[in-house]
């Protein structure tokens, strides 16, 4: 594949180091469970004894899919742009979480069918008004999935250059959850009715018809095969965006959180490009939608939250950012035993 990504495993030359200063603290070894892990795993990823989250940001990619045209979604495709000016009108959850955390939020236009107008928040990375029915077609050329990759890195590139360190990738796209289950499908093999849901909110028959209609989109492209054969075929521009996205985040040692299905199928093909990215990913929750738990499984991760969300925009993100902040600041600042005069 063309791209120029150079991601590094995250050294454990501080592991000794780190666990003893974990372990210093006072309470019982393991006491604080996952958040000891995260802490390990946040001063590994900085390389630092004393590590911190600098200038927290979500990227919501928003991208429109022809699929839609085939009923695989309980909502229209006009609500891709609708959902986008209510998070620029600062009215969605992912809006509200983020205000709550203090979490930098943008809003990028990967390829929403809809000429939408400048704003202030919002950035225009569009590759095209949504990706091409890949019931009849592929959904974007292999040319617009690189550049779709690229677009996601830049726009990471730019947070790195402003001073952040954590970063989070969400989506918004009708019909989003048919191109993540294919990508899941083609990249794992793992069956292609566990890796499919309900989405937006199927009921059986929907859902029934959606399988169906993934079978047949599977049964017309036959042969798909590798990151850039699969984004290709069944990708959206944001999904393509997010993978980009991910490789730049892990080349630049930012520690990244992983929001649920769609993000986590963008990251599956980014982890086919370069597996090291995952030493840098935490998982902020298991979603409810069908699938995720096996693609989680497959990455060999455990979720810190399992709140049955199923609603994308990276909320999963900005709940679980306050046990990010919580691991920093037991590692930096709670007492250790000889601190404390706490006999151990």
Known sequence: MPLDFVVTPVSSAL??????????????????????????????????LSPSLNNPCIIVFAGDHGIAEAGVSAYPQAVTGQMVANFLNGGAAINVFARQHGIELLIVDAGVNADLPAHPRLIDAKIAKGTRNFLTHTAMTADDALKAMRKGAALVSERHQNGCNCIGFGEMGIGNTSSAALIMHCLTDIPLAQCVGRGTGLADRQLAHKVSVLQQVLNRHPGVSGVLGVLSAFGGFEIAMMAGAYLKAA?????????????????????????????YCVFSHVSHEQGHQALLDHFNAAALLNLELRLGEGSGIAMAYPLLQSAVLFLNEMASFDEAGVDH
Do not use: H, W
């Open 251 to 279: 080349e630049l040692n930012m520690l990244i959180g992983v929001d649920g299905f769609i993000a986590g199928a963008a990251l599956l093909a980014a982890s086919r490009y370069c597996p090291e990215v995952l030493d």
């Open 15 to 48: 592991t000794p180091a780190l666990q003893a200063k974990i372990d210093q603290k006072t309470k019982p070894q393991g006491s604080l469970g996952q958040l000891e892990s995260l802490a390990l795993q946040i001063g590994l990823i900085q390389g630092s």
